[in-house]
C-alpha cells in the first residue's frame, strides 16, 4: 500500500528563516505528488505537484520541492517565511488512478 | 467564478439523525471525491466518483452514503450508523478521475458536531 510520511507533526521558524517540511513516500512505481496548504477552518488549496516532468518543482508563494527518486522523499522548502505561512501542510501520493493519499499534516509556525 | 461550493459551513445534529452535506461544482470536471479530516490524522477519503450515476466506497465508507445524479453534484449523507461523525468534511474534484497527473480542487468544507 502506498503510504506517505510528514516529518515532524509541528515545525516553528522565525519569520526570514528557511522552512523545510519533510514529506517521504513509499511507492512501488513512479508517484504523483503534491503539496497542499490549509488555513484554519477552510479547503486545501494546492501550492505544487510533480509530475515527472522537472524533479524540482516551483509552486505559489515562493515554494518549492525537490523530488528525489533515492530517497523517496519530496521535502517542502521556502527561502524566507513570512508570517502568512502559518497554516497546515500536507502532502500527497498519488501512485494512479484516482486515489490521493495524505500524510497526517505538519502545522507551521512563524514566530515574529 | 468557478469552483467548489459546499453549504452548510456547519452543521450541528443530535446523535441518531441522518444528515445530508451539499457538494456543487461549476468547473466541469468528472471526478468528486468527498473526504473525512480529523485532527493529526490528515484527510481519509470516504467516498469518489468518477463519472454520473457512478461512484466507489473509499477508505471508511461505513456509516456513509451518496449519489452521483448530476455531474456538479455530490451530496453526502452521514447515517446514525456512522460511530464517530464528528469531523470536518472536505469536497474535492478533479478533471479527470483516471489519471493521476490532475489535481484535486477542494470545497471550503463542512464542520459537522453531532451531539
Known amino acids: 500500500a502506498q503510504s506517505v510520511t510528514q516529518l515532524g507533526s509541528h515545525v516553528s521558524v522565525s519569520e526570514g528563516a528557511l522552512v523545510l517540511l519533510r514529506c517521504n513516500y513509499s511507492s512501488s512505481v513512479p508517484p504523483y505528488l503534491f503539496w497542499y496548504v490549509q488555513y484554519p477552518n477552510q479547503g486545501l488549496q494546492l501550492l505544487l505537484k510533480?509530475?515527472?516532468?522537472?524533479?524540482l518543482v516551483k509552486g505559489i508563494n515562493g515554494f518549492e520541492a525537490e523530488f528525489k527518486k533515492s530517497e523517496t522523499s519530496f521535502h517542502l522548502t521556502k527561502p524566507s517565511a513570512h508570517m502568512s505561512d502559518a497554516a497546515e501542510y500536507f502532502c500527497?501520493?498519488?501512485?494512479?488512478?484516482?486515489?490521493?493519499?495524505f500524510g497526517a499534516g505538519t502545522i507551521l509556525r512563524v514566530k515574529s | 467564478d468557478g469552483g467548489i461550493t459546499q453549504s452548510p459551513k456547519y452543521l450541528f445534529r443530535k446523535e441518531g439523525q441522518n444528515v445530508t452535506l451539499s457538494c456543487e461544482q461549476n468547473?466541469?470536471?468528472?471526478?468528486m471525491y468527498w473526504y473525512r479530516q480529523d485532527p493529526g490524522q490528515g484527510l481519509r477519503l470516504i467516498y469518489y466518483?468518477?463519472?454520473?450515476?457512478?461512484?466507489q466506497k473509499g477508505d471508511i465508507a461505513e456509516g456513509y452514503s451518496v449519489s452521483r445524479e448530476k455531474k456538479e453534484s455530490f451530496p453526502l449523507t452521514v447515517t446514525s450508523a456512522q460511530k464517530n461523525p464528528t469531523a470536518f468534511y472536505l469536497c474535492a474534484s478533479s478533471i479527470d478521475g483516471t489519471s493521476g497527473s490532475y489535481e484535486q480542487y477542494f470545497g471550503p468544507g463542512t464542520r459537522l458536531t453531532v451531539t
Open positions: 500527497a501520493v498519488r501512485p494512479d488512478g484516482n486515489k490521493l493519499v
Open positions: 468547473l466541469n470536471h468528472d471526478a
Open positions: 510533480y509530475t515527472s516532468a522537472a524533479t
Open positions: 466518483s468518477q463519472i454520473v450515476n457512478d461512484f
